[in-house]
């Protein structure tokens, strides 16, 4: 309703004076603090600052801690885009916009432009950047705007000025949304992680006392074998030791989540790794007429981290994304990014694995990683939670996006370094 209405009062906005338009601008950003969904208020304010400002585009990044950079939010080609668009805290830019604290026109300031790196100037300059707008929140630079025009049309002042109320309100709404996903985000990692390290503690409790009279089951189920000549009777003891069999799997897998298991790290190139788990699926990707192309674009440099276990949280995704497929033209595509810290070193490397798969239904995606949840036939249900705990182990994380008919895209991020 409120968004009709500015729209319409916008196209009308040459035929009302000033005074009207700050009115109507001014009861929008009022409903900015009702909206508590990030996707949702990037969308509604992107809409409503292309209807007001002679602008092409608009990029809006906000600082993101865990990473130590403003990255972009709400965007489609993400993965593309976070390459190149990006500002860290040391950035000359990020000092400018937090000593000045008000927005930097590009056309009017070639001297500060100047001044700025390399890889600013050049986002500036590829991106046909026109104005730079700062969310500024408790005196610091949260958030940062890029206003894109490709006609090197610079944007007047007053539309800028009237637009200036807007911004500032967005910005705390912005910082709001953000706040409120990341406390979101953290608290289903915690939760993921007392459950994995209960089922921890429960397995390695329980493992010996349930091992010991299944060993003995099965020996004696597999003497009676021996014993048997009717056919019938013959395939229902064959049954019999393959449920015990998947008893002891199953055993298996709540071990992989105890805390007493030790990680060792060692120096891995990922590349390599990633090359031997296409070695390994290929097969059971080629009976299925799944292509698995592997998109490298980053250098080969090492990691810390255990190599078997990665390898098997990477088999786990793989094999999934594979199964997930029933189409004659399945494509499973594993791209590799890297990260780099304030000082310029590679500090993080990310892995995803992208399906044209069935997809994930979207209420089973928040219960994915928990054990023993399973939308197979056949399985335990713990893969997934498997390779979370892998990945935890590793201080990285894991997160998995899809939409039902379309595909998976699982991303992983692994930091180069181990703290001591």
């Known amino acids: 309703m409120i968004f009709s209405r500015f729209l319409n009062s916008i196209k009308r906005k040459n035929r009302r004076s000033e005074t009207w338009i700050k009115e109507t601008l001014s009861e929008f950003y009022k409903s900015l603090s009702i909206i508590t969904d990030i996707d949702q208020l990037n969308s509604n304010f992107k809409a409503k600052v292309k209807a007001t400002l002679s602008v092409d585009d608009i990029n809006i990044l906000l600082y993101n801690e865990d990473l130590n950079r403003y990255i972009l939010t709400a965007e489609k080609n993400e993965k593309e885009l976070n390459d190149t668009i990006y500002f860290l805290p040391s950035d000359k830019l990020v000092f400018w916009l937090n000593v000045n604290k008000t927005f930097l026109q590009v056309q009017e300031h070639p001297d500060i432009i100047s001044f700025l790196s390399e890889r600013e100037q050049n986002l500036i300059k590829n991106y046909y950047i026109r104005l730079i707008y700062p969310f500024v929140v408790m005196n610091k630079v949260r958030g940062i705007v890029l206003l894109k025009n490709q006609k090197a049309e610079k944007i007047p002042k007053k539309e800028i000025e009237l637009m200036n109320s807007l911004f500032d309100h967005a910005g705390i709404a912005f910082e709001n949304a953000f706040l409120s996903k990341q406390q979101r985000d953290r608290t289903k990692k915690m939760y993921r992680s007392d459950r994995l390290a209960t089922l921890g503690q429960l397995a390695a409790g329980a493992a010996h006392e349930i091992r ?73 990707a080629k009976k299925k007429g799944v292509r698995i192309i592997f998109n490298n674009h980053t250098e080969p440099e090492i990691i810390e981290a255990d190599e078997n276990l990665l390898m098997q949280a990477f088999l786990n995704i793989l094999i999934n994304a ?17 990260s780099k810290s304030d ?78």
Do not use: A, W
């Open 212 to 284: 010991n009279p299944l060993t003995i089951i099965r020996s004696t189920i597999q003497y009676l074998k021996n014993k048997i000549t009717d056919k019938q009777d013959m395939e229902m003891v064959g049954d019999l030791i393959k449920e015990v069999d998947r008893i002891n799997d199953i055993i298996q897998g709540m071990l992989s989540f105890s805390k007493t298991q030790q990680v060792k790290f060692k120096k891995t190139n990922i590349l390599e790794l990633i090359g031997q788990i296409i070695k390994l699926s290929n097969t059971t």
């Open 322 to 338: 594979i199964q997930s497929i029933n189409k004659d033209e399945g494509v499973i595509n594993i791209d590799t990014r890297s």
């Open 343 to 420: 000082l310029g070193s590679v500090n993080e490397r990310f892995v995803e694995f992208t399906d044209n798969g069935c997809g994930i239904e979207k209420d089973h995606l928040e219960r994915i990683f928990d054990p023993f949840f399973t939308t197979k036939n056949e399985g335990t249900g713990l893969g997934l939670s498997i390779t979370y705990g892998i990945i935890n182990k590793h201080n990285g994380d894991i997160e998995i996006k899809s939409e039902k008919n379309k595909g998976t895209t699982v991303k992983i991020r692994l930091p180069v370094k181990q703290k001591k």
